[in-house]
């Protein structure tokens, strides 16, 4: 495994070129004008069993995978870490495929290769993908990243809760599985321990229609107002569905899911795939809503998000029925 030291200069230093971040450790005068600078050092394993040895050694290192998060928190400040943990030279972790019936896609595989290699097969998370920041940010950026920065308004986290996800976490210690809906325990808190790392996610492959909706202050590049993802199961009969940005943490619907599950059955619309009743639509929606705990912000209000939340639960639910109907 390879190490450097660094010399992490404070944001606004004078002396310090437009745009940059680091400067060479040990040599250089130090600029009076700044403030502290900060030696960090820089860990880039080149196997998973490295990565693993080197989080064990140093559990304060801060992970970092394409860096659309962690550079923006060292750029304003945020985080002066005394390591970093660079994991993008690990193989291992871009890599996918089938386990037991169910994909299981590395922590490091971006989301330009989930639209382009697993978008048939994880349509939802693929619509979230297409959603993410600009091309650039979609070819460094990863699930697994996303995961780990425990953002409520992280884009892939709806479509992993709608599907049942499980995330795979492993340590020197040995791994586990912890289901998607039990890994955020706060605004940007996880229950990873801190010897442990993301290796990978765990899904099937969608056996019915699934979407993802997302609302924010503009088209393009921009975290979310809030979001809402869909999952149909016809043959198990199961609805799923995920809310991001408008708790503390992403959360399922579970409500609304127990009302459409047990209505479409009922109704038999599974096997006859009528029309949906619109008082259910409507219900169902309201019920989305009223499972979110948003708070008023800088990007919106909450009176907001709730409405929003109904409005992308009902498109949501007459897009994917649809797709159920004409498939």
């Known amino acids: 495994m390879e190490s450097w030291l660094y010399r992490l200069k404070p944001r606004r230093c004078p002396s310090m070129p437009i745009g940059s971040l680091w400067a060479p450790s040990p040599s250089g005068l130090r600029d009076p004008t700044c403030g502290d600078d900060v030696i960090v050092e820089f860990l880039a394993p080149r196997s998973w069993a490295d990565a693993l040895a080197a989080k064990a050694e140093h559990p304060e290192a801060v992970v970092i995978a394409g860096g659309t998060d962690v550079m923006v928190d060292l750029n304003f400040d945020r985080r002066r870490p005394s390591a970093l943990l660079d994991l993008a030279r690990v193989d291992e972790m871009a890599e996918w495929g089938r386990e037991d019936g169910m994909l299981r896609v590395g922590a490091g595989v971006s989301y330009t290769r989930v639209i382009d290699e697993l978008g048939k097969q994880l349509p939802g998370l693929a619509m979230a993908s297409r959603t993410v920041g600009s091309p650039q940010i979609r070819n460094r950026g990863t699930v697994g ?33 912890v289901a998607v809906e039990e890994f955020f325990v706060g605004p940007k808190r996880h229950v990873l321990a801190p010897d442990e790392l993301i290796a990978a996610f765990l899904v099937r492959p969608a056996p019915g229609p699934q979407q993802f909706s997302k609302v924010g202050t503009r088209n393009a590049m921009v975290i979310a107002v809030a979001s809402f993802a869909l999952a149909l199961d016809p043959e198990h009969e199961r609805v799923g569905t995920g809310i991001g940005s408008a708790a503390p943490t992403p959360i399922r619907a579970a409500a609304a899911e127990e009302l459409l599950e047990g209505e479409l059955t009922a109704g038999g619309s599974w096997e006859a795939r009528g029309p949906l009743d619109p008082h259910l639509v409507a219900h169902f929606s309201e019920l989305v809503a009223s499972a979110a705990s948003p708070i008023d912000d800088v990007r919106s209000t909450a009176a907001y998000r709730r409405h929003a939340l109904a409005v992308m639960a009902r498109r949501a639910l007459s897009w994917a029925w649809s797709d159920y109907q004409r498939n």
Not at 150 to 159: C, F, L, T
């Open 145 to 177: 990243g996303n995961l780990g920065s425990a953002s409520p308004a992280g884009d892939a986290h709806p479509p992993l809760l709608a599907t049942g996800a499980l995330v795979e976490v492993e340590s020197v210690r040995g791994s586990r599985r």
